[in-house]
């Protein structure tokens, strides 16, 4: 497989999460997103570190670095970017449904940042 290919692929991913977040009205539409952008980097990362990886096989280690492979690293960031994506899903997704509780509606232009501009909509 070609490096440059999940390079071009993340990119798609993340525009288009960049477009959903831009673009979409309703909450839940744009936690998921983001998502779509935080598996984007997932991507970037693991095949960043196969890249690199592949193309410093030859490459004489000096004296003082072990002789045992590191762990990868790519993947590892990866595992840490999955735990912080399923955080913000839990957190969004609790804030999200307490609006809508409160609401009956999520959809994201409509949302009251004040406590007056509620009573401006609903006036």
């Known amino acids: 497989m070609?490096?440059?290919?999940?390079?071009?692929?993340?990119?798609?991913?993340?525009?288009?999460?960049?477009?959903?977040?831009?673009?979409?009205?309703?909450?839940?539409?744009?936690l998921m997103a983001v998502e779509?952008?935080?598996?984007?980097?997932?991507?970037?990362?693991?095949?960043a570190d196969a890249t690199v990886k592949s193309t410093l096989t030859g490459v004489q280690s000096e004296a003082w670095a072990h002789p045992v492979p590191e762990p990868?690293?790519?993947?590892?960031f990866a595992l840490f970017v999955i735990v912080l994506a399923?955080?913000?899903?839990?957190?969004?997704?609790a804030i999200v449904l307490q609006y809508y509780r409160l609401r009956r509606n999520v959809v994201l232009d409509e949302v009251?940042?004040?406590?007056h501009d509620h009573e401006k909509v609903a006036g």
């Not at 070609?2 to 309703?26: K, M």
């Not at 779509?36 to 095949?47: K, P, R, S, W």
């Not at 009251?112 to 406590?115: F, I, N, R, S, T």
């Open 2 to 30: 070609h490096a440059t290919i999940p390079y071009v692929i993340a990119a798609l991913l993340f525009g288009l999460g960049v477009y959903g977040v831009l673009r979409r009205r309703n909450a839940i539409l744009v």
């Open 36 to 47: 779509l952008m935080l598996n984007a980097v997932n991507l970037i990362l693991v095949a």
């Open 72 to 76: 990868r690293a790519g993947a590892i």
């Open 86 to 93: 399923a955080a913000e899903v839990g957190v969004g997704l």
């Open 112 to 115: 009251a940042l004040h406590e």
